[in-house]
């Protein structure tokens, strides 16, 4: 069997610099005795959190109620404003792994406010970078979320001056097409105040499924290796079906089937929260065979 890797797989840029600054943080609770905690999952990787709670104590809480002050890591999604000063009025020191695309995001989002302007956020609700973003314009009326155009609700105003922006993992596709809807929408009316539509989509999605795409043609088959709860990672699976190949995805070496040994080309990429150690695991246990 031939294994060839993903050119780019894995973590991206924001989930290394959040990883590293856990690692940090243990050193330094190590040092001075307190207890280290993640605002939230740190990522969408079952097997990194179980590592990291066994081998260095790391907990993830979502509020401070409960716990023992301690040095307390923001992931890289962010975490409202109101959230940080709740867990600094708790007597938690807090280390900021917000990505710096995120904050990006948190900052347009925050100036927009104080200048009056209307602002869109195209995303998923429920997504924590989305909630993070939120919370910079905690009460401001004219802040709303869609996910397409779809859901353009009635209450926008035309005569506003308006930014949009999205969530930076949310689909390039879907995004420039509202952007194109609603920038027909403003031009056509004659109250238009202006929308202006702002680029905060992650390449690194579209780098891993580019990379991807060229993967699927030169090989037989595809495992793509990610946390179950990943959409990143379940998305990079999807496309290997729609590209008519066969696909399996695992979250870890253990899920390995017999049938991917029939095989003789396999590709092996990996979701965005999926560290290296655990690529490296499942290859090896690929080259092994099943025991
Ligand atoms: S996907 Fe992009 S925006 Fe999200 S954490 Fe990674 S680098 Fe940052």
New binding site residues.
Partial sequence: MTIIRSEVMGF????QV?VRKVYAAVESGRASGRPVYTIGPLIHNEMFLEKLREEEGVKVISKPEGNPPGIAVIR??GIPQQERDAFRDAGFELVDGT????MRSQQLVSKSAAEGKQILIVGNPEHG?VKSILGEAEGYPYIYVIQGVDDFPERISLDMETIMLSQ??FSAEQYWSTADTLLHLFRGSPQNAGLEVIDTI????TLRQEALKKLTVSTDAVLVIGGKQSA?TRRLYEMVKEMGKPAWHISAGSELSSDIFEYLTIGITAG?STPEWLIDQVTEQLKKGLP
């Fill in positions: 991206c840029a924001g989930v959040a890289a999604h990505c710096r695309r995120v970078e930076t993992t992650c390449p690194a999605t990143n965005a």
